[in-house]
């Protein structure tokens, strides 16, 4: 298995609080990316990371941002969580843009 | 706008007998990799197999193989004699070359194996 964590596996939270999640990667990927995962959408992706400091923005990014210090971890910060955002987060890495991504084991989210 | 759609939100078979699950996708693009993923009740999203668009074979790994139609946007999941392991939600998904590794998932099929 690739070497993929993702902290907290499991958080609940109020409307309003800022939330972050930890993505943490043994396997030196240059690339790592945000997913949620919603029942009926399958996975789409929040942000995109190509480097260390080096971000974009995927198809769902409003509410979100992250941030990537270093190589191993990326983080996805709620600012101001919401309903709408209680989801299953998954994060995801591959050596380049061309191939095949891995994934962590997701982290639940609710936002009551 | 890239799509990914899967028309069977929910399937079933038998053990040891052989099931296709579909897709189909949009895209202008020519150069791109075809993936499906398999994502048990533990929620692990598992790499099951993949395909490059420029390739011709269709890719196979042990019981599963895939029935690529590129003319017709079309990538199938074939699992031959189905075992209770095999019980998950099914994923296929889209890798544009050109596009910075952006995968665009389809919405998921939900296979049961029944015993």
């Known amino acids: 298995d690739a070497g993929i964590t993702q902290s907290p596996r499991h958080k609940v939270t109020e409307t309003g609080t800022p939330v972050t999640l930890r993505c943490h990667q043994t396997e030196n990927h240059r690339y790592m990316y945000w997913y949620r995962q919603d029942p009926g959408h399958g996975l789409r992706l929040i942000h995109y990371s190509y480097g260390v400091k080096d971000t974009d923005k995927g198809e769902v990014s409003d509410g979100y941002s992250v941030s990537r210090s270093k190589t191993e971890d990326f983080l996805l910060t709620l600012e101001s969580a919401t309903s709408s955002q209680t989801s299953v987060y998954f994060c995801?890495?591959?050596?380049?843009?061309?191939?095949?991504?891995?994934f962590g084991p997701g982290t639940r989210l609710t936002v009551l | 706008a890239q799509t990914v759609t899967q028309s069977q939100p929910e399937m079933s078979v038998q053990e040891a007998e052989t099931v296709t699950l579909s897709c189909t996708y949009d895209t202008s693009e020519n150069n791109y990799y075809l993936f499906w993923y398999k994502q048990p009740p533990s929620r692990q999203m598992i790499l099951v197999i993949r395909?490059?668009?420029?390739?011709?074979q269709n890719a196979t790994e042990n019981r599963f193989s895939v029935n690529f139609q590129k003319a017709a946007k079309s990538f199938s999941l074939k699992i031959s004699d189905s075992q209770l392991g095999d019980t998950a939600m099914y994923f296929c998904a889209f890798l544009f070359l050109s596009n910075t590794g952006k995968l665009i998932f389809g919405q998921g099929t939900t296979l049961q194996v029944k015993p």
């Open positions: 995801a890495i591959s050596p380049s843009g061309f191939n095949e991504q891995f």
């Open positions: 395909q490059e668009a420029y390739k011709q």
